[in-house]
């Protein structure tokens, strides 16, 4: 089982469009789950999925709910989600209280928490998507923990850049377990020369950066519209080929 997150500091950056469809994607192939963490649930929206989750996050990170009792189909073969709730606006405070390890099921250690959760389905899925809430929090470092590899969407901007820059260096301080971190440009407009120039610049002078960049079209906004991946309401449309492009080089094998 292959752990992918998508996950960037900044909001607004294409995390939740880039889990969604790569999540269809990688469905075609394996079975795959996709754990929507942002207490705004927009994945449990735009797969149909009601948010409430008996219990909410408070059940599942003190263990009196397992975490696939939280699992729920979607309208797409292999696909599976755990949806979020508003409850997931007080992880960080949950995964905090664990630190103890009084009540049952939780780890002494907050910051394995999610790895934890996951790992009895290792045997279940072949690939499992975690889409973050922006921001650096006790969450966050969770996901570090977790995942194998970081997807992390970038617009191109100076300042985007910027938190790459901090952000990979954060990384390379983490001890133990280190993900792989692999970024990629997202919400491109080729009309715009800062937008030509950074994705150019980065693309070529530097390692872990996609040769893919996702493009500014209004078809991925329509996501929200159509409640489904564009990947599958526009299987054939520039959007749909470029997220298709960007699962090839992100892909095992």
């Known amino acids: 089982m292959t752990v992918y997150a998508t996950y960037n500091i900044k909001g607004g950056v294409g995390k939740t469009t880039a889990a969604v469809n790569l999540a269809h ?3 075609d192939g ?9 207490p705004q649930g927009a994945a449990s929206f735009l797969f149909r999925v009601k948010p409430k989750v008996k219990g909410g996050g408070k059940a599942l990170i ?7 009792g939280a ?3 979607t309208d797409f073969d292999n696909l599976d989600l755990v949806p979020a709730d508003f409850s997931y606006r007080t992880m960080d405070l949950l995964l905090n ?3 103890s390890g009084n009540d049952t099921g939780r780890s002494a ?3 394995l928490r999610i790895a934890e959760l996951l790992r009895p389905l290792a045997a279940d899925y072949d690939a499992v998507f975690l889409d973050c809430p922006p921001g650096i929090s006790l969450v966050s470092e969770n996901v570090l923990h977790a995942a194998d590899t970081l997807l992390v ?7 985007s850049v910027r938190t790459l820059d901090q952000f990979t260096e954060f990384i390379a ?3 133990g377990h280190r993900p792989a971190v692999l970024a990629f440009f997202s919400m491109v407009d080729r009309r715009k020369r800062l937008h030509q120039q950074a994705t150019r610049g980065l693309s070529a002078g530097r390692p872990g950066v996609a040769r893919t960049a996702i493009p500014s079209l209004s078809l991925i906004e329509q996501m929200s519209v159509h409640r489904a991946p564009v990947t599958a309401f526009a299987p054939r449309s520039k959007a749909a080929c470029a997220y298709r492009a960007l699962w090839s080089e992100i892909r095992p094998g």
Request: a positive charge.
């Open 109 to 111: 250690k907050p910051a």
């Open 30 to 38: 394996g079975r795959t789950l996709l754990w929507d963490l942002d």
């Open 97 to 99: 209280a664990g630190q």
């Open 173 to 175: 301080g983490m001890a």
């Open 153 to 159: 969407p970038l617009i191109p901007t100076t300042l």
């Open 62 to 68: 003190r263990g009196t709910r397992a975490l696939d």
């Open 25 to 27: 994607l990688s469905a």
């Open 71 to 73: 699992i729920k189909g």
